[in-house]
């Protein structure tokens, strides 16, 4: 049986300009085909080629396999699409997960939609996980970017999802997929980019009012967070339905061709726990606290990776807010318990309770002082628990928003995009936030 893989010179590409692909299969021809994914797959074209096979490389090295140039047609919308790779034909619509055989990249706009609302694939953390190579971001300080997997299409580090077992966390498939397909199903159009283009300076003056983005966008460069912290500055607002965020530095080498990301303290052993760990050199939250963009950090909240976990919710703190306009929630209630919202990872702000038994952020941790924590889900004992700064607040999930020049939601959980088809409450929370920033 015929073998085929292959990964792309950068994950994203504007339309109207060459896509290149690096592909390595043991037939003597194959064919790859483009889905842009949507509401449903949606075919966008193909490309035959001869074959050429090639041997792996290392996690650490670009593979350097064959290289063949797609022109992306102009008219292509922007967009996730998965390319596709058989070597013999089937027209069946394939499964767009697999952990072989698949590409992912992100079409960019070949000029300025007139779109408000730009949505970041984090591939900088899908590459952090993919274990292509021997290797990943848990087990070396460097990876590449030039090898197959990073969303689609490699093996991934973790632990499985018992509360969604058909695609491994860290894949496009897990969050984005569901995000994006509930989007488009409600007919809320959007542009789309990778951190690799926010790394650059591309696309976020191109009109946008809202840059969002779901699920585990975990690392992040320096230039990238400068360049978001700029675009929140001068009125941009953004909404973060995930968690985890912005929790691990990056370097990235020219052209993204690579990452490197330092975790260890000084002279610390192979055993050393870094999320548990003081004095690590990328984590953002010992020098430049993540909080003060995004106003919640993972280490006021917690992680439970292993198997199912106490069912939380989040309890309502500000039942009048706009942000509940329409699902029936008022202060006191609880959403999302009884499928285990909150989890598998979550962010917080350290706070406490005013006289009349509100939560308010105490701003010790970076927090800005107008955050308002509008659903809170304390964490109980048998969550893991990163290193933070000495403080009286309790450990909790801390959804909310504020307002700087532009403003800022965190839904503070990772698997927040696991709910829209499922919870009205979630999806009415979902669109008024993106409704309302955009």
Not at 53 to 64: R, S
Not at 313 to 326: A, N, P, R
Request: with cysteine; hydrophobic share 35%.
């Amino acid at each position: 049986m015929s073998t085929i893989n292959g990964y792309c010179a950068r994950p994203s590409v504007r339309a109207g300009e060459v896509l290149r692909l690096h592909i390595a299969t043991s037939a003597s021809r194959f064919r790859v085909d483009f889905y842009r994914c949507g509401a449903a797959p949606e075919h966008a074209g193909h490309a035959e080629w001869p074959g050429r096979a090639a041997d792996p490389g290392t996690f650490d090295g670009d593979w350097q396999w064959p290289a063949y140039e797609f022109l992306v047609p102009p008219d292509w919308r922007s967009g996730v699409y998965v390319a596709v790779l058989a070597t013999e034909a089937d027209y069946r619509t394939p499964s767009m997960d697999s952990r072989e055989a698949r590409i992912l990249l992100v079409v960019t706009p070949a000029a300025p939609s007139g779109r408000k609302i730009l949505y970041k694939i984090p591939t900088f953390t899908y590459q952090a996980y993919n274990t292509a190579g021997g290797g990943s971001l848990y087990s070396a300080s460097r990876v590449t970017m030039r090898r197959p997997g990073g969303g689609v299409g490699g093996p991934v580090k973790g632990l499985p999802d018992p509360y969604e077992a058909a695609s491994p966390r860290q894949t496009f498939a897990h969050w984005d997929a569901p995000f994006i397909a509930w989007m488009e199903a409600n007919g809320l159009e959007s542009d789309f980019c990778t951190d690799l283009d926010l790394h650059e300076g591309r696309l976020l003056y191109d009109g946008y009012h809202l840059l969002l983005s779901t699920g585990h966008d975990e690392y992040w460069s320096a230039e990238g967070r400068r360049n978001v912290t700029a675009f929140r500055d001068a009125g941009g607002n953004i909404a973060n339905f995930g968690a985890n965020t912005c929790w691990w530095r990056v370097d990235v080498a020219p052209r993204g061709a690579g990452l490197s990301c330092d975790k260890f303290p000084p002279g610390a052993s192979a055993s050393t726990d870094p999320d548990s760990s003081y004095g690590c050199p990328d984590h953002w939250w010992e020098s430049e606290p993540e909080n003060t963009l995004l106003g919640v950090s993972y280490r006021n909240g917690g992680g439970h990776w292993e198997g199912p976990r106490a069912p939380l919710g989040f309890t309502v703190t500000e039942g009048h807010h706009w942000i509940f306009s329409g699902t029936g929630l008022k202060t006191g209630d609880v959403f999302g318990r009884e499928a285990a919202l909150v989890g598998y990872e979550c962010d917080g702000a350290t706070y406490e309770l005013d006289a009349v038994g509100r939560p308010r952020p105490t701003g010790q941790d970076g927090t800005p002082e107008n955050f308002e924590i509008l659903g809170i889900a304390p964490l109980p004992p048998d969550w893991s628990f990163p290193a933070r700064e000495p403080t009286t607040s309790p450990r909790a999930a801390t959804l909310g928003l504020y307002t700087a020049a532009g403003t800022v939601f965190t839904a503070a959980t990772t698997d927040w995009a696991r709910l829209l088809a499922t919870d009205p409450q979630v999806a009415c929370i979902t669109r008024n936030v993106i409704t309302r920033l955009s």
